[in-house]
T-cell receptor
């Protein structure tokens, strides 16, 4: 499986600011995904990011709030914009594997918004 | 009703016990079934990946899928304190764009 890293690993931010999270993979992958993990809740898919095309957002998530970049096959960023305390969560990126629906996850970014 | 239901626990067992973790689902179109292990402050790690009904074994871990009952299980034999983690089930569709639907996770603690 690919080795996935995320930066930053954690951050504490003020309300109204934005944070960009980076996801780096050690090999080229077709699909990358961004998830949110809130306490006591399922991992929730925010969007799917394919290189060379606009990200596809899930219901309840919009590009203005969570802009995503995918400049190449090994890198993606997720920005959490105009943050509020409700955005406090763990944000995870994942990549597709060889098997259908197989995904591998990065270590996550723990975000706290004050 | 959630598409995937998973008992959140916590589940506490003594070292050496057999652990059974379970998920039920409502969407009969799910074809791919996965179990992830997530240690505290880490990302989910893919543990088991299955496609068909039946059992799949990997070391101390056995994944079981019963599509007729819409029920999947993960068995851990000879549980160790290092197995203490949250276990997440996940499911996917054929032609679903690789999107996964996750359970909320079961927190397991294996005690000495």
């Amino acid at each position: 499986s690919a080795v996935i890293s995320q930066k930053p690993s954690r951050d504490i931010c003020q309300r109204g600011t934005s944070l960009t999270i980076q996801c780096q993979v050690d090999s080229q992958v077709t699909m990358m995904f961004w998830y949110r993990q809130q306490p006591g809740q399922s991992l929730t898919l925010i969007a799917t990011a394919n290189q060379g095309s606009e990200a596809t957002y899930e219901s309840g998530f919009v590009i203005d709030k969570f802009p995503i970049s995918r400049p190449n096959l090994t890198f993606s960023t997720l920005t959490v914009s105009n943050m509020s305390p409700e955005d406090s969560s763990i944000y995870l990126c994942s990549t597709s594997g060889r098997g259908d629906n197989e995904q591998f996850f990065g270590p996550g970014t723990r975000l706290t918004v004050l | 009703q959630k598409e995937v239901e998973q008992d959140p626990g916590p589940l506490s067992v003594p070292e050496g016990a057999i652990v059974s973790l379970n998920c039920t689902y409502s969407n009969s179109a799910f074809q791919y079934f996965m179990w992830y292990r997530q240690y505290s402050r880490k990302g989910p790690e893919l543990l088991m990946y299955t496609y068909s009904s039946g059992n799949k074994e990997d070391g101390r871990f056995t994944a079981q899928v019963d599509k007729s009952s819409k029920y999947i299980s993960l068995f851990i034999r000879d549980s160790q304190p290092s197995d203490s983690a949250t276990y997440l089930c996940a499911m996917g569709l054929t032609g679903g764009g690789n999107k996964l639907t996750f359970g909320t996770g079961t927190q397991l603690k294996v005690e000495l």
